[in-house]
């Protein structure tokens, strides 16, 4: 079965920074690239960022440019976000998606975690 | 950036009805469309990827169709558990969400 545990979120000042974590098993997480997507309270989805099976490929939504970066680590099956910067419109629950295929944008998001929830607020 | 419209916004809707939602791309996404459903307080859930495959689990009841700019999610026949937010997705340049169809009890 696979899942995917979101940890990390939390109260955080504006400009203050926040890593989020999204461990992953039931499925070879070295071979799927990954992504993160957020929702903000009583808003729709958005993409935030996806990464490649190696880790070499990034990418990004603009708004988020410059000041998070998204990372993994195949050996421990675990996806990151390094959110930096922080601002009152980046509060959302942040969702860790595993994509069907192994390259960024071949395939849908076939599995989500439960999300974790990142408040900005002073 | 690829804009993504669904129409409507929110649908009233009785058990046993079809119903149909629309998803529009601002430029064409081909058949890289994805459908998803979520319901209050929980994840989004894969439905339907290339404009009409139908995901592992997901019920016959639901169906997609369209190419290009147009694409339709169909439920022939609505059920209890159908009553949720309804999403499309584009996946042939980046990754963009339509708004959100919102599947109400009338």
């Known amino acids: 079965e696979v899942q995917l545990l979101e940890s990390g979120g939390g109260l955080v000042q504006p400009g203050g920074s926040l890593r989020l974590s999204c461990e992953a098993s039931?499925?070879?997480?070295?071979?799927?690239?990954m992504t993160w997507v957020r929702q903000a309270p009583g808003r729709g989805l958005e993409w935030v960022s996806a990464?490649?099976?190696?880790?070499?490929?990034?990418y990004y939504t603009d708004s988020v440019k410059g000041r998070f970066t998204i990372s993994r680590d195949n050996s421990k099956n675990t996806l990151y976000l390094q959110l930096n910067s922080l601002r009152a419109e980046d509060t959302a629950v942040y969702y860790c998606?595993?994509?069907?295929?192994?390259?960024?944008?071949?395939?849908?998001?076939?599995?989500w975690g439960q999300g974790t929830l990142v408040t900005v607020s002073s | 950036d690829i804009q993504m419209t669904q129409s409507p916004s929110t649908l009233s809707a009785s058990v046993g009805d079809k119903v149909t939602i629309t998803c529009r791309a601002s430029?064409?996404?081909?058949?890289?469309l994805a459908w998803y459903q979520q319901k209050p307080g929980k994840a989004p859930n894969l439905l339907i990827y290339?404009?009409?495959t139908l995901e592992s689990g997901v019920p016959s009841r639901f169906s997609g169709s369209g190419s290009g700019t147009k694409f339709t999610l169909t439920i022939s026949s609505l059920q209890p558990d159908d009553f949720a937010t309804y999403y499309c997705?584009?996946?042939?340049?980046?990754?963009?969400f339509g708004q959100g169809t919102k599947l109400e009890m009338k």
């Open positions: 998606v595993k994509d069907q295929g192994e390259e960024v944008g071949i395939g849908a998001f076939d599995f």
């Open positions: 039931g499925f070879t997480f070295s071979s799927y690239a």
């Open positions: 990464i490649s099976v190696s880790g070499y490929s990034a």
């Open positions: 430029q064409s996404v081909d058949r890289w």
């Open positions: 290339k404009a009409s």
């Open positions: 997705q584009q996946y042939i340049s980046y990754f963009s």
